[in-house]
């Protein structure tokens, strides 16, 4: 027979897994693959296969930016998976920067707007980190 101490904790660890339970459900329900619109705002995909369609008729305009800053080269792009797994608005472009093929920073972005501000800030601080003072070139 449980004490009543002992019912309360049993009765807090069941409502702490009906809340993770609902909120896996939630997540499980939102959309994970996204496609851009005319406007270049995220649109949800029906499927894998809708999604990749797009991708294969419109994937240059998943580029936001490239630029080569002193050996270095900042990309910025829409990546269509919502890489925010569910937890708060989804996270669908990223930059990175990569220096001799290999990635290093990286930032996510919800909008095309955002992705393309982080974009120039981050060729901002490239150009700022370039040793000689080297220009950053659009690719």
Known sequence: MMGNSEAKLAGGAAAALAKHLA???AR???PRYYTLDGEKR???APGLG???DWFAEHGEESRVG???CGGATVSTVFLGIDHNHGQGPPLLFETMVFVNGHGGYME???TYDDALIG???TVKLAKEGAK?????TMG
């Not at 000689?132 to 950053?136: E, F, N, P, R, S």
């Open 23 to 25: 909120e896996a459900r």
């Open 28 to 30: 499980a329900e939102r």
């Open 42 to 44: 995220p649109v949800p």
């Open 50 to 52: 809708e999604w990749a």
């Open 66 to 68: 490239r630029d080569e």
């Open 108 to 110: 996510r972005y919800h």
């Open 119 to 121: 974009h120039m800030r």
């Open 132 to 136: 000689g003072g080297k220009a950053c």
